[in-house]
Structure formats: C-alpha cells, structure tokens
C-alpha cells in the first residue's frame, strides 16, 4: 500500500484535531495535512511527473517541508532527502546521481542550484523557506486540494536516503512503501503512541531520525507534533508541560541538562524520552535519570533498515545498550567466518527484516557486496549480547564517525584534504566530544616546504563539504602510524589525540 494512505488510517477519524504546532504560533490540523499533501501530489502530476520519478529537497524545516514529504509519498514518487549544510559539490553528485525532474532548495540557494540543474538537464526548481514561503507556494495555486492516492507495491521505491561512503561515493540506500509502513506500525506499537500523545519534534528533517522516525508513528497514531524549526534548550522546557514524548540525539539530551531549569518538575508530563543517531554516553545516562526521574530509552538504527533494536518501553532500559531486536526484524552478531558469536563475544552485525531496504542506487556491485550468501545485510558495526539478550554495539567496523548524531565517513575528508597544495597525506579519525559525543579530528603530513595551518585546512574542507564534516582539530604531523601492511593505524591515533 501506499505509505500515505497507510498512515491515513490512523489519523482519518481524527481530521479535526491537530497534528503540527510550531514553535511561532502555527497550528494545522489533519485536515489541514490532507489538503496540503493532495495540492503537492497534484502540482507534481501537473508537471508530467510520474511514479518513481524523483523529488530532490534540500530546504529548511518547515511544516510546508513535511507536506511537501508526504505529497511526494501520496503521488507514488521518490523522494529525495538532501542534508542542508551540504555545499556545491556534493550537491553535484547528488543530482548527477540520482537524476530528480524535481529540486526543490532554499531561496538563498537558487542562483547556485540553478545551475547545476541546467547543468545536469533538470526541468524544475522551485524554492520553499523555513516560513512556508517561496515559487513553490505560488506553483501551486489552484493546485486540485482532493487526490487520489497512487496505488503502490510494498516493494515500490519511496525514497532515496544518501548515506556517506566509506570510498568517498555516497549511496543512495533505496527505502521502500513496505520499509516505512512496517517500521512505522512497529514503533507505533513497541514504544505505545496513542491519540493522546505529544511529541517535542526539534531534529532536521533530511534524514531517517527526524522525517520517519518521529513522525510516521505519530502519523499512525493520529497523535500531535510540537514543531521546533531548531534545538533550542530553553524552547523545549518551556514545551515539556504539554508534551508527553521527545525524540532526540545524545546532544540534545547533554545540552538539556546543561539547563538549569529542566528537573522533575519540567518533566511531569512527560512519558518518554527516546534517543538515537549516536551512542549515548552511560554519564549522561546516569545522570538524566537523576535530575528527570526518567530513563532514557535508547535505540539502534540506520539509513538502510530504519529502526532495528530498541530497549523496552516496559522492562529494564539499560544504559551501554541498544536494547532487543525489534518485532518482526532479526538480528544476529557472527565472527569473520560467518559463525553465530556467544554472548560477550564482539562480532558483526548483521540484520534482516522487512524494514530492510532493497539495495543502493544504481549500485548492483556495491548492494551484492553487503549482503550474505544468506541474505542477511552486514551493517559495519561491531556488537555483542550480554547475559540477557541486550545488544551492545562497541565499534564500528567502517571507521563510520557519528557526530552530533551525522554520520561522517573520514574517507569523504581525507580526499579534500589530501587534494590540497602542501599536503602530502591525511588521516581523519572521530576524538571524543563532551556536546557531540564525537568531533572529527584530521591528522596531517604536510610537504617539508610548505607552510599551511590549521586554520587554512579547514576553511578549505568548509568550502568543499558539510559543515558537521569539517574537523575541529587540525593536527600536523611528519609520519601517520602504520602497520607491518602498512595500514594507517587509525587507532593509534585517536589515542593520540585524546
């Protein structure tokens, strides 16, 4: 079924009541959702597009970004998540990739996505801002406001989440119709969304955490999204009172408690708080238990699978760990020859399920290569169980840096880096951060003649990259640490740099 007319079952009944109120005031009802999602699917069969078509997004969050989502979603096209601190480059590839008949950008950003779309041959770009403004709005007037939904398969394409690669290629991981409504259904579920609930939303909606995660299960539920375009600590205390759940990265949680006002009594209505997008540090654990009275329910997840193990929302939540295998989804850990691991022994993770994406992008050699004779997807990281069927992961297998709950391949860095005048090689490794619980970090052999600083790498990667890619430190050294293979020993370094 299509994703959309799956999560219209939960809300249908509830078309009155609101679904988004926004941090200035906004407010819109399910009603309201049906009618914005039926003008973007209609604007968009209006241009000839046609299921499977691509929508590229890279725009701030908005209420009118979700609907511009859910549209895409209800036509049975493919959309098209772009981070927004994504620059010039990388866009190029994206686009030259992924091929969308669609961009939709920020207003500030048309004069330079204009020309890559003529660049690349795509035939629309229009722009929507953080207050709903932009051509876009005004494509759409007198757009039809009732649409039949695009019939789909549970194996049709619904969107194409870019995730770093370990060679410096992104992949498009290809999420399906059947991945979200399986995953959704699951959540709604295991974690007891109902009608009644609130959610503080803060987190960006470019990518899993944010656009599926925090709102298909409220979806389901016909319940209500506190919408903050931001993280503001202080905004979200001042929301707890009506709120009854928040979603957030490990960050949120350590610049909460950074707060003065937020204890117990903040938190008197609050029923759950859940965390994810980066390991949860057991201090930070320990110590939003105390000053809350809540224990945060931590849970493991990725761009390819959607959620995958959760701690339980009834039951002992433990800190260290992500928790169990979500209904319907397995999970195994196994040795380099394939063979089942006993508990506390670290090994590979390797998962399946319904929540499991179909394969990369134009990437048949690359998807064959991450999956088991079996069929079972090795998803890099390094996990084991404890004596009680918790899993704990404890590395990752693919030097994968999560920063501020973003994943940064150091790969991606080091070709940026490298490809600089005086540069001779680089490594870039993940240190420990007390805010981001990682910050990336470049160790750098410059040519004995040259004379670049810290502060010249990395204006130089701000210029080519994301921001939350671009190192903190910049450490120049005469050799990298390597092995008898000759192997950069990246964890000598990250040692080194502590």
Known sequence: MNAYSYFRRGFARRLGANVIETDRGESFSYADLERETARVAS???????????????????????????????????????????????????????????????????????????????????????????????????????????????????AVIIYTSGTTGRSKGAMVTHGNLTSNAQVLREYWRFSERDVLIHALPIFHVHGLFVAVHPILLAGARILFHRKFDPKAVIADLPRASAMMGVPTFYTRLLAEHG???????????????????????????????????????????????????????RRGGTVGFPLPGVSVRVVGPLGQPLATGEPGDIQIKGPNLFIGYWRMPDKTKEEFTADGWFRTGDVGQWDGDGYLCIVGRSKDLIISGGYNVYPKEIELVIDAMPGVVESAVVGVPHPDFGEAVAAVVVRDKNASLDEAQVIAHVRSQIAGFKVPKRVTFVDDLPRNAMGKVQKKVLREQLK
Do not use: W
């Open 43 to 157: 604007f968009l069969t209006g241009l000839g597009l046609q299921a499977g078509d691509r929508v590229a997004a890279q725009i701030d969050k908005s209420p009118q970004g979700l609907f511009l989502y859910l549209g895409t979603l209800r036509a049975g096209m493919c959309y098209l998540p772009l981070n927004t601190a994504y620059q010039r480059a990388e866009l190029d590839y994206f686009l030259g990739d992924a091929e969308p008949r669609v961009v939709v950008c920020r207003p500030e950003s048309a004069p330079m996505l204009g020309e890559l779309v003529r660049a690349h041959g795509i035939e629309h770009l229009v722009s929507l801002d953080d207050a709903g403004r932009g051509s876009l709005g005004e494509a759409m007037t007198g757009a039809a406001e009732r649409f039949a939904d695009c019939e789909r398969d549970d194996d049709d394409l």
């Open 262 to 316: 937020f204890d117990k009594a903040a938190c008197g209505s609050m029923r759950v708080f859940i965390s994810g997008s980066a390991p949860l540090l057991l201090d930070t654990f320990d110590e939003f238990r105390s000053r809350s009275g809540h224990t945060i329910l931590e849970r493991y997840g990725m761009s390819e699978a959607g959620m995958i193990t959760s701690n339980p929302y009834e039951g002992d």
